[in-house]
């Protein structure tokens, strides 16, 4: 089936065009925080404007104002082409694109944990398994403490890992933002998540409380 792919999360504005296991066409883009006026234009450079007959879209955790953008976007472009929408998380298309990379670490990899920059001086952060699992729930922890939580060996990967590798620099660490293509490598249990926010923190003006989205991310 061919599916539109909106990734917004990070940084990284990506969009792919894929029909099963083959990547028909991409762009990706670091764009900062100019997602809304490089999203739209990138999906029309896609053939036929990017047109699917479902559209997969990154639900978070990430950038609160990527998230709602790429969301948005998804929703009303199927909406208008009469097409179901589903999501995914960020933290397992990293952990998919880590795990599929052709490279020695990747090769002998086969526990790593994501970490992708949070608000607030924390990290969003959790571990996976090959072949794909979640090995715990994503957590928002500051750098200290996500070291401490994390298992002694197995790399770390994401944008967010300068955080911990000016702490710790002798673990393995690998910088990666996003790209819409790796959702070819996602097992389709990760992308059924509801086209809905995952923020990772609950609002500031709230109480402390279990972190949204932890128990839409399959195990």
Same mark, same amino acid.
């Given at each position: !089936?061919?599916?539109?792919?909106?990734?917004?999360?990070? +940084?990284?504005?990506?969009?792919?065009?894929?029909?099963?296991?083959?990547?028909?066409?991409?762009?990706?883009?670091?764009?900062?925080?100019?997602?809304?006026?490089?999203?739209? +234009? !990138?999906?029309?450079?896609?053939?036929?404007?990017?047109?699917?007959?479902?559209?997969?879209?990154?639900?978070?955790?990430?950038?609160?104002?990527?998230?709602?953008?790429?969301?948005?976007?998804?929703?009303?472009?199927?909406?208008?082409?009469?097409?179901?929408?589903?999501?995914?998380?960020?933290?397992?298309?990293?952990?998919?694109?880590?795990?599929?990379?052709?490279?020695?670490?990747?090769?002998?990899?086969?526990?790593?944990?994501?970490?992708?920059?949070?608000?607030?001086?924390?990290?969003? !952060?959790?571990?996976? $398994?090959?072949?794909?699992?979640?090995?715990?729930?994503?957590?928002?922890?500051?750098?200290?403490? +996500?070291?401490?939580?994390?298992?002694?060996?197995? +790399?770390?990967?994401?944008?967010?890992?300068?955080?911990?590798?000016?702490?710790?620099?002798?673990?393995?660490?690998?910088? !990666?933002?996003?790209? $819409?293509?790796?959702?070819?490598?996602?097992?389709?249990?990760?992308?059924?998540?509801?086209?809905?926010?995952?923020?990772?923190?609950?609002?500031?003006?709230?109480?402390? $409380?279990?972190?949204?989205?932890?128990?839409?991310?399959? $195990?």
């Amino acid at each position: !089936m061919l599916t539109l792919v909106i990734e917004t999360a990070t +940084a990284a504005c990506s969009v792919a065009l894929i029909d099963g296991a083959r990547v028909l066409a991409n762009r990706h883009e670091v764009v900062g925080r100019g997602h809304a006026e490089r999203l739209i +234009a !990138m999906i029309a450079e896609l053939p036929e404007g990017g047109r699917a007959e479902q559209i997969l879209v990154d639900c978070g955790p990430g950038s609160f104002t990527g998230i709602r953008v790429g969301i948005a976007a998804a929703r009303g472009l199927a909406l208008g082409w009469g097409v179901p929408v589903s999501g995914y998380s960020s933290l397992a298309l990293l952990a998919a694109a880590a795990f599929g990379t052709e490279d020695p670490i990747a090769s002998d990899l086969h526990d790593l944990a994501v970490v992708l920059e949070g608000g607030h001086g924390e990290v969003f !952060m959790q571990g996976f $398994a090959a072949p794909l699992r979640a090995t715990a729930p994503f957590v928002s922890l500051r750098p200290e403490a +996500a070291l401490e939580a994390l298992p002694a060996t197995g +790399a770390i990967v994401g944008n967010g890992v300068r955080f911990l590798a000016a702490l710790a620099p002798d673990r393995t660490y690998r910088e !990666m933002l996003p790209n $819409a293509a790796a959702a070819v490598l996602l097992p389709s249990r990760f992308a059924t998540l509801a086209a809905v926010p995952i923020y990772g923190r609950a609002p500031d003006a709230k109480p402390a $409380a279990t972190m949204a989205g932890t128990a839409g991310v399959p $195990a």
